[in-house]
């Protein structure tokens, strides 16, 4: 298994938990649960597919993130009444999937040969779009756009600190796992203590 299948396989697994924790929140069926899960943990690798021209799509190349999304979603189906918070864990594991997520789109990106730029876009989007689709689909706030969230910044920074990383010289995983400690810690940071970027504030017109 090479590294970057490796790392969607992991982002998958956890946005198809988080998007099943979302289905049963909107109390949906079976297929419901299925659906958004698969929803949740392909999109954001399709869209960055997509973009790259990769052909075929990496879930159609290989079904494998499908049946590891079906699989994490019956398993929350018969499983989410034991978790106290559903949206407390769907937070925290959102998180996870978006650290592992950027860093699988800029692995995917830099092994097209990709310049550095698309590189960290293609990493946000892998980390962003998932999340998104799923919030948007179940008629939740999204996430990415919460007020006083570090969201798309924290993909933003942690794709931008692999390719740092690995522009200084490192090589293997150094750029990947830098990439991931980014992103989580600035997520878990507005998580926990409330980082944020300044808001847009109207200012009364002048007289």
């Known amino acids: 298994m090479t590294l970057t299948l490796a790392l969607d396989l992991a982002s998958v697994l956890v946005f198809a938990v988080t998007g099943a924790l979302v289905a049963a929140r909107a ?3 079976p297929v419901g ?3 958004i899960a698969c929803l949740t943990a392909v999109g954001g690798g399709t869209v960055r597919d997509l973009l790259l021209g990769r052909d075929p799509v990496f879930w159609i190349a290989d079904p494998t993130p499908l049946m590891v999304a079906g699989v994490a979603a019956m398993g929350i189906f018969f499983t989410h009444h034991l978790l ?3 949206l407390r864990w769907i937070i925290w594991l959102d998180a996870v ?3 592992i997520a950027v860093a699988a789109g800029v692995a995917v990106a830099h092994g097209l040969g990709q310049p550095i730029w698309v590189q960290v876009v293609m990493g946000v989007a ?4 998932g999340g998104l689709l799923r919030d948007v689909v179940c008629n939740e706030v999204p996430l990415v756009l919460t007020t006083g969230e570090l969201y798309v910044t924290a993909a933003l ?3 931008t600190a692999a390719v740092a990383v690995r522009e200084m010289g490192a090589a293997g995983l150094s750029p990947l796992l830098a990439c991931v400690a980014v ?5 878990a940071g507005s998580i926990r203590y409330g980082w944020a970027l300044p808001s847009f504030r109207p200012r009364p ?3």
């Open 27 to 29: 109390q949906l069926d």
């Open 84 to 86: 106290a918070s559903r």
């Open 97 to 99: 999937a978006l650290s």
């Open 157 to 159: 920074a942690g794709g």
């Open 183 to 187: 992103t989580f810690l600035l997520r």
């Open 33 to 35: 649960f299925v659906f």
């Open 126 to 129: 892998t980390g962003c779009m």
């Open 205 to 207: 017109p002048r007289r």
